[in-house]
Every structure is written in structure tokens, then in C-alpha cells.
């Protein structure tokens, strides 16, 4: 009877044991992890340059520039990478290991001493991530051009502007009466704004300001004047002022008022 009482109680240890230790493997156990979320990566068309500008504006042959942009990161992950400005193949500018965050991202290249020598410059960024470069969208086109001032980025880009014909409102003009300038002129460059003068050697005859100058050919008609003609001929030029810099229009042909009636028609031929 002891003997199998015994028996019982080490059984009953025995299993109690076993509960415990399973108990404890359950307690142990580690719960099961979360799918880890995906990369922080970006891809370049995810980025946009929306703003590109030029200090000092304008920059003067031998100064120092330093250029700011603002690259909008369109994704939801930050990234850091490596900055470079450029001109065709040449870079102008480099800025090494930026951190560029969601939203807006202003971006302060250093200052270089490039030597501007072309009429114009236009510029792009490329990236540097994981070590394949790649051109940034850029919002717009950037370019600096050549000015009477320097180079400058803010000016707009201006012609080739051409007069294709001018002529007089009414042709012939009677002496003392008024008469309106018509002028034909072809843009050949993007549109922009601008006052158009019509000037007989160094006086402004006629002008229109602040008037859209359209892609492609225009016809402009001017205010009434009663411009006196007194001597033998007057040969009369087209001018074009933007933003206070004044670019001369070519023309097709000379037009020159003869006093034979004050007239700018071309000669009849026989």
C-alpha cells in the first residue's frame, strides 16, 4: 500500500512538473512579429526643381556666384544624396550628401568662381543616390543670359525679333496732318512683354507700351501722331524695350519716308 502510494505521489510530481515547464515554455515564447514596413527610397521623378536662382543677379564677368534652388520631394520618405549643377556636361557646382525631406527643400549650392563667356547658360541638377546619377525634373527652363549689366537669370529670354513691314496710316501722309505708325513684327522667341518704339535716328517718333508680344507674327498700330517732316528723308528703326533694356528689332528692309508725298511704300519696280 506505501509502495503505491509512492508511486502516486512521484507520478503526480512528475506531472505537475511537466505542466509547469510547459507552462513556462508557452510564457517564453517570443509573439509574432509585424510584417517590417518597405525601404525608405525615393525615385527621381518623385523629385521636381521648382526654383533655380543666381547671387549676384546679374553676375558680372570675374565675380563669384552661388546658386539656390528648391526641389520639391514628392514622395513620403526622406533621402540623402549628393547635388550637382550643370552646365551641358560641365558642372558648375556640387553639394555632397543632402538630406531631402518630404514637401519643400531649399538648397544652397556653394559659391564657385565659373567664368560666364557664352551668351547664354542653361542649367540642370543631377542626383547622386545609391550611386547612379540621374537628371532632376526641372520645373521650368533655367537660363542666364547675357545683358548690357552682366549675366542674369531674371531677365527674359528676347527674341530673334524681326519688322517684317512697316508702313504709314493713311500712305501717302498730307504735311501737318496726323497718321498712325503700323508696324508688322515677327517674334521668333518666347512671348513676352514689352514697350515697341519707332525712332528716326535718336528721337522716339511713335510707342506702345507694356503690349504682348506674341509667338510668331503680330501687327501693331500706334497712337495718331503729327510728326513733322522736314527734311530730305526720314529712316525710321524698331526698337524693343524689356524690363528697361532696350533690344533693336531687325528688319527686312530699310524704311525710309521719301518727300514724295511722305510715303514708306516700297518703289514701284518698271
Not at 68 to 75: F, I, K, M
Not at 179 to 194: E, I
Request: glycine share 4%.
Amino acid at each position: 500500500m506505501k509502495s503505491i502510494l509512492k508511486m502516486g505521489i512521484v507520478l503526480l510530481v512528475f506531472f505537475i512538473l511537466i505542466f509547469h515547464g510547459c507552462v513556462a515554455d508557452v510564457q517564453m515564447a517570443p509573439p509574432p512579429r509585424e510584417p517590417l514596413p518597405p525601404p525608405s527610397t525615393i525615385r527621381p521623378q518623385e523629385l521636381k526643381v521648382m526654383e533655380l536662382i543666381m547671387s549676384p543677379d546679374p553676375v558680372r564677368e570675374g565675380q563669384r556666384v552661388s546658386f539656390q534652388a528648391v526641389v520639391v520631394n514628392l514622395s513620403r520618405y526622406s533621402v540623402r544624396a549628393n547635388l550637382f549643377l550643370k552646365d551641358r556636361d560641365e558642372v558648375i557646382t556640387e553639394l555632397y550628401d543632402v538630406l531631402i525631406r518630404p514637401g519643400e527643400n531649399p538648397i544652397l549650392f556653394p559659391k564657385t568662381p565659373y567664368r560666364f563667356t557664352r551668351d547664354e547658360y542653361c542649367f540642370i541638377i543631377e542626383i547622386d543616390m545609391e550611386r547612379t546619377r540621374r537628371a532632376v525634373d526641372m520645373a521650368k527652363e533655367f537660363c542666364a543670359r547675357r545683358t548690357p549689366h552682366g549675366w542674369s537669370m531674371r531677365f527674359p529670354r528676347v527674341g530673334p525679333l524681326f519688322i517684317e513691314d512697316l508702313d504709314f496710316l493713311p500712305d501717302p501722309v498730307l504735311p501737318g496732318r496726323e497718321f498712325r505708325f503700323r508696324a508688322k513684327l515677327r517674334n521668333d522667341g518666347s512671348p513676352l512683354r514689352a514697350n515697341i518704339r519707332i525712332v528716326d535716328r535718336d528721337q522716339v517718333v511713335a510707342q506702345l507700351n507694356d503690349v504682348l508680344l506674341p509667338h510668331g507674327i503680330s501687327n501693331f498700330v500706334f497712337p495718331p501722331i503729327p510728326y513733322p517732316f522736314q527734311r530730305f528723308d526720314h529712316c525710321f528703326t524698331v526698337s524693343v524695350d524689356v524690363e528697361r533694356t532696350l533690344y533693336r528689332v531687325d528688319a527686312a528692309r530699310k524704311f525710309c519716308a521719301k518727300p514724295i508725298g511722305w510715303t514708306l511704300k516700297p518703289p514701284s519696280r518698271p
